[in-house]
C-alpha cells in the first residue's frame, strides 16, 4: 500500500481535556456533552468530530463516483453519530448516513451511493464492527 497522507492529533484529558492537531489547525478544548452527564458549553466531543470526518469523506466519496460515472450532481451527506452502551457495558458506535443528490433519478443515486459507501476510507475502517444505515433522496 501506498501511504496518501497522514496526519496526527495529540489529546490530553481525555472527554474533558484538550486535542491538537500536530499543524496547529485543530486547537481546542473538548468536554463531555450534556447527554452524558457532563456541563456542556460551547465545546466539541469525539463523536462530533468523527461525524465530521465521516460526512466530508463519504460526500467526497460519492463526489468521486459521479464523476467517474459522467453524472453531474450536487450532494450532501449528515453523519450521524452515536455512543452507546451494550448490555455487556462496553461502549459501540452508531452510525447513519442520511445523503441528498441533486440530479439525477433515485435509483441512480442509490447505485452511486453503493459504490460510494465500497470506497470510503471511513466505511471500510467502519465495516464488520459499526452498522452503518443510510438514507439516500435523489432530487433530480
Known amino acids: 500500500m501506498k501511504t496518501l497522507f497522514e496526519t496526527r492529533a ?14 496547529g489547525i485543530l486547537d481546542f478544548d473538548v468536554r463531555v456533552p ?13 463523536e462530533q468530530l468523527f461525524a465530521a470526518g465521516y460526512a466530508a469523506c463519504f ?4 463526489i468521486h463516483v459521479a464523476a467517474m460515472k459522467k ?3 450536487q450532494s450532501q451527506t449528515t453523519a ?10 462496553s461502549y459501540q458506535l452508531t452510525v447513519s448516513l442520511d445523503v ?13 451511493v453503493t459504490s460510494a459507501h465500497a470506497t470510503c476510507p471511513y466505511s ?17
Open 10 to 23: 495529540t489529546a490530553v484529558g481525555g472527554r474533558n481535556g484538550h486535542v491538537k492537531s500536530e499543524d
Open 34 to 46: 450534556t447527554g452524558m452527564g457532563g456541563k456542556g458549553g460551547k465545546f466539541t466531543n469525539p
Open 59 to 62: 460526500d467526497n466519496a460519492i
Open 71 to 73: 453524472a453531474k450532481i
Open 80 to 89: 450521524n453519530v452515536g455512543l452507546v452502551m451494550t448490555d455487556d457495558k
Open 100 to 112: 441528498t443528490i441533486k440530479g439525477t433519478d433515485q435509483a441512480t443515486a442509490e447505485e452511486i
Open 124 to 140: 471500510n475502517a467502519v465495516k464488520g464492527n459499526v452498522e452503518v444505515n443510510i438514507t439516500v433522496n435523489a432530487d433530480d
